[in-house]
C-alpha cells in the first residue's frame, strides 16, 4: 500500500525557516516533489528533484530560498523541502507528490497530473 506521509509544517515569522520531511512507502518512485495550495486558489508547483538526485527545479517564486533533496532507502524514499526567508504569502498547505511511471532516474515532473501519489498536507502559516 503506497502512503506518503508529510511533517514539518507549523507557524513562523517572516523571514524564518521551516523544513518540511514526506516519506513515502509502498514502493519505488521516481520523481518526487511538492505543492501548495493557498485558500481560494490552485494548487501550484513548488519544487520536484530526479530519483538520482542530479535534477531540481524550483517555481520562480521559491527559487534561492527554498532548497529540495531526498534519501532513498530499501524500505522507503524520504523528500526533504527546506524553506528559508519565508514570506507571508508562502502560508498554504504543502503537499508531497510522488511518480513512479517515467522510468528515469534524471526526469522531473513538473505538473501535478504527472503525479498519482499525494500526501495528506502540512498546514505552512508566515506571519508578517
Known amino acids: 500500500q503506497v502512503q506518503l506521509v508529510e511533517s514539518g509544517g507549523g507557524l513562523v515569522q517572516a523571514g524564518g525557516s521551516l523544513r518540511l520531511s514526506c516519506t513515502a512507502s509502498g514502493r519505488s518512485f521516481y520523481t518526487m516533489g511538492w505543492f501548495r495550495q493557498a485558500p481560494g486558489m490552485e494548487r501550484e508547483f513548488v519544487a520536484a528533484i530526479s530519483r538520482s538526485s542530479a535534477v531540481s527545479k524550483y517555481a520562480d517564486s521559491v527559487r534561492g530560498r527554498f532548497t529540495i533533496s531526498r534519501v532513498n532507502t530499501n524500505a522507503n524514499n524520504m523528500v526533504y523541502l527546506q524553506m528559508n526567508s519565508l514570506k507571508p504569502e508562502d502560508t498554504a498547505v504543502y503537499f508531497c507528490?510522488?511518480?513512479?511511471?517515467?522510468?528515469?532516474?534524471?526526469?522531473?515532473?513538473?505538473?501535478?497530473?504527472?503525479?498519482?501519489?499525494w500526501g495528506q498536507g502540512a498546514q505552512v502559516t508566515v506571519s508578517s
Open positions: 507528490a510522488a511518480e513512479a511511471r517515467s522510468g528515469s532516474i534524471r526526469y522531473v515532473a513538473l505538473r501535478k497530473e504527472e503525479y498519482p501519489f
